[in-house]
């Protein structure tokens, strides 16, 4: 009897510890898609010049929450990449966090994720908090658009990977 | 068995809400940039001024010619996307001739010189996408004798951008 615990008592234990761990795992939801649109009012001066080679979104359109973490001090990081549908190549896609949240349930640590940084199609670490947050704001940057641009609408998703650290 | 169906149900309490919480730890957005069709020119003066008032003895009288003014022209068509016409909006006087030449922003071919009248002609084809200003207009204004003495008239040339066909 004692002998059928012992051979149990590891694999009862790693399983438990995998649903301790995993259980309070934070969760990440967001809201909002961001459409920008590029017409000729954006010439930098008219007729004979190039558009205006950067364009900012709205930080209002796009939010960012963080749920199911532990406690306030329970920590967690978001990554992000990119995964390209329609997208030029001659196009960068910058991203930075536009809002600061420090709420009673959570915070984000500042000053994380509040300067652009690219977006490319690898996982990249992009800011941390802890706890519960909801309303952060994402604000995103396009460079490289030009006249030499086919007019055509072009897509990429962002997904975001809360992590629990 | 009756311990086998105990290990069973506990791998599954332990591992249900794991995969619940995975399932949640990332969130997409779309980011889309919609690039409109660009097609912008425009000249360096609104209005220009030619009078024929001489002639060589035996001739007819001499023609006047005005380098004066330029255009400037963005788009962000195809290759060999665009042409530009000229067209007038009245007919010159009678044994008048107005003609008019482009020069070609890169990429593209000036058609040389033509006849204005109020049929739109072809005077730039060829045109990539561009953004460039400068670029020549020159207008030639003849009459021969037969016209006589003719009071100013305005005439009003426009330049557009058309589909190439």
Request: glycine share 6%; with cysteine.
């Amino acid at each position: 009897m004692i002998k059928k615990i012992f051979i149990n008592l590891p694999v009862i234990a790693l399983l438990f510890l995998c649903g301790r761990m995993n259980a309070h795992s934070p969760s990440i939801t967001a809201t909002g898609s961001v459409s920008m649109t590029i017409t000729s009012a954006d010439l930098q001066s008219g007729a004979g010049s190039d558009l205006t080679s950067f364009y900012e979104s709205n930080p209002a359109s796009v939010t960012v929450a963080v749920s199911g973490a532990a406690s306030l001090a329970d920590e967690w990081l978001i990554n992000v990449h990119k995964t390209d549908s329609t997208w030029h190549n001659n196009f960068h896609l910058y991203i930075r966090r536009a809002s600061g949240e420090d709420l009673p349930t959570g915070h984000v640590h500042e000053p994380t994720g509040t300067t652009y940084q690219e977006v490319t199609g690898s996982d990249q670490y992009f800011f941390d908090g802890s706890g519960n947050i909801t309303g952060v704001q994402m604000q995103f940057k396009v460079s490289g658009v030009s006249v030499q641009i086919p007019p055509a609408n072009y897509q990429t998703t962002i997904t975001y990977t809360v992590v629990d650290i | 068995m009756k311990r086998k169906l105990c290990v069973l149900s506990l791998v599954s309490l332990l591992l249900l809400p794991a995969g619940l919480v995975q399932a949640s730890n990332q969130a997409t957005q779309t980011v889309t940039l919609a690039v409109s069709a660009i097609n912008e020119i425009s000249v360096s003066a609104a209005t220009l001024s030619m009078t024929v008032s001489a002639a060589t003895a035996g001739s007819q009288p001499t023609a006047v010619t005005n380098t004066a003014t330029t255009y400037a022209l963005t788009t962000n068509c195809a290759t060999d996307g665009k042409k530009i016409t000229a067209i007038l909006n009245t007919a010159v006087p009678t044994n008048t001739t107005l003609k008019i030449t482009l020069a070609a922003p890169t990429g593209a071919s000036s058609e040389g010189q033509k006849t204005l009248t109020t049929s739109a002609v072809n005077v730039v084809t060829g045109v990539d996408a561009v953004a460039e200003s400068g670029i020549q207009i020159s207008y030639e204004f003849s009459a021969t004798v037969a016209a006589g003495v003719v009071s100013a008239t305005d005439v009003v040339v426009t330049l557009t951008i058309a589909d190439t066909v």
